[in-house]
């Protein structure tokens, strides 16, 4: 029989609060996390907005000797980590290190520190370079720094597969579970590559929205007037469990994990498939892995970038796998409030979807004003909708045509 896995804690890091319930309750709200950045001066820069985690004060997650150790993105992993083990009442004890693991993604990892290292480099030499630059800006090292702080002995691992990342690491922490490599995993993702290469790069290729008189505005999935990304910071982490052990210690279950699906587009490095056959794929892959039938499935956090490209072909796709039950899901794109992670997107989402189960409420997909011709299903615009989830998708799809998925159920015992 196949073990059942399930969410006993989400901890979220974004622009619009630092913190699981305050992010949760802003996106509700439908409230923007995007403004014009302060991290760097942008004098000369295409894009000047962001989503910047706002007021974030590492010293809360960290101790103060540690923080010189780290960048930006693994800061945010310790605190979005320390938000869902609070949230799931885990405590590692020696018993149960063994058997819990740790598996964080990153698109860049420490884009600051290398920026910041460089620049050492180039001012002072090879002796200005600090001691604890790789460490500091090494994707993997977000799962270190958080094995060591819980304890945790079990599998240790880090996805970089671009956007789709943490949703990689969400799934492949679920399938450790089902196969008994573990029992508990602290999974997710973290980003923070608001730096002046990671705009300047991704503003380089066209990608960025430029609405930089109207930040708030700028990130408009499935919107007709959308023209671009917006880039976000944070992270989000979950803690997933055998149901046997969360039951036998009393944890809140919030959702259940029951599909995951992964593919490739094997078609170009950053557009997606013109036939949406990537993302077709890995719907219909994780709702196979699940035993789930399309009309069974009644809300999408969708991939929904703002991108014209994306918002299009990802309505295609879900046309294509739904058919005529297409019309009758609900979708949203949160990225419209968190801007997009990048690495960390699909953890953050992997973590609202299952809160969306857990409060039976959808998130709205905000600043859309003027629908798509080619983007013309229900995607929960301007406001939250309270309704009936039992099934919810979350998609990821990143540059290189790597797509994941996870289907969440709701809990019933």
Same mark, same amino acid.
């Given at each position: ?92 004890? &020696?018993?149960?290190? @063994?058997?819990? /693991?740790?598996? +964080? $993604?990153? =698109?860049? #990892?420490?884009?600051?520190?290398? *920026? ?104 408009? &999935?499935?919107?007709? @007037?959308?023209? /671009?990304?917006? +880039? $976000?910071? =944070?992270? #989000?982490?979950?803690?997933?469990? *055998? ?125 859309? *004003? ?44």
């Amino acid at each position: 029989m196949t073990r059942r896995v399930v969410v006993t804690g989400v901890g979220l890091v974004s622009a619009v609060g630092i913190g699981t319930e305050e992010t949760w309750q802003s996106l509700l709200a439908g409230r923007s996390g995007v403004a014009p950045i302060t991290h760097f001066d942008t004098t000369g820069f295409a894009a000047t907005i962001a989503a910047e985690v706002k007021g974030f004060d590492p010293f809360l997650y960290v101790e103060k000797k540690e923080v010189k150790k780290m960048g930006l993105f693994i800061q945010f992993a310790l605190a979005a980590s320390q938000f869902a083990m609070d949230q799931a009442q885990l405590k590692i004890t &020696p018993d149960l290190a @063994d058997h819990t /693991g740790v598996y +964080i $993604g990153s =698109g860049i #990892g420490g884009f600051d520190v290398i *920026e910041r290292e460089h620049t050492a480099l180039m001012q002072g030499g090879p002796r200005k370079i600090s001691p604890f630059f790789i460490p500091a800006a090494i994707v993997n090292l977000a799962a270190g720094f958080v094995s060591i702080r819980w304890g945790a002995k079990g599998p240790n691992s880090a996805t970089c597969t671009a956007c789709s990342s943490s949703t990689h690491a969400v799934g492949d922490s679920f399938k450790l579970i089902q196969r008994c490599a573990a029992d508990v995993m602290i999974c997710g993702g973290a980003e923070a590559a608001i730096t002046p290469m990671g705009v300047g790069g991704f503003a380089a290729m066209r990608a960025l929205s430029t609405r930089n008189h109207e930040p708030t505005k700028a990130s408009r &999935p499935f919107d007709r @007037d959308r023209d /671009g990304f917006v +880039i $976000g910071e =944070g992270a #989000g982490i979950l803690i997933l469990e *055998e149901l046997g052990l969360a039951l036998k210690r009393g944890a809140p279950i919030l959702a259940e994990v029951v599909g995951y699906g992964m593919s490739g587009d094997a078609f170009h490095i950053t557009a997606p498939a013109e036939d949406a056959g990537g993302a077709v794929r890995v719907m219909q892959s994780t709702l196979a892995d699940s035993s789930v039938s399309p009309e069974q499935v009644q809300y999408i956090n969708a991939h929904g970038t703002s991108t014209p490209y994306n918002d299009k072909l990802e309505t295609l796709a879900i046309k294509k796998v739904f058919g005529e039950h297409a019309s009758k899901l609900a979708i949203s794109s949160t990225k419209s409030m968190t801007g997009h992670l990048l690495g960390g997107a699909g953890g953050l989402e992997a973590g609202i979807t299952a809160l969306a189960l857990r409060d039976q409420v959808m998130p709205p997909t905000i600043n859309l *004003e003027n629908p798509d011709p080619d983007c013309d299903l229900d995607y929960v615009p301007n406001r939250s909708r309270k309704a009936e989830v039992e099934y919810a998708l979350s998609n990821s799809f990143g540059f290189g045509g790597t797509n994941a998925a996870l289907l969440f159920k709701r809990y019933r015992s």
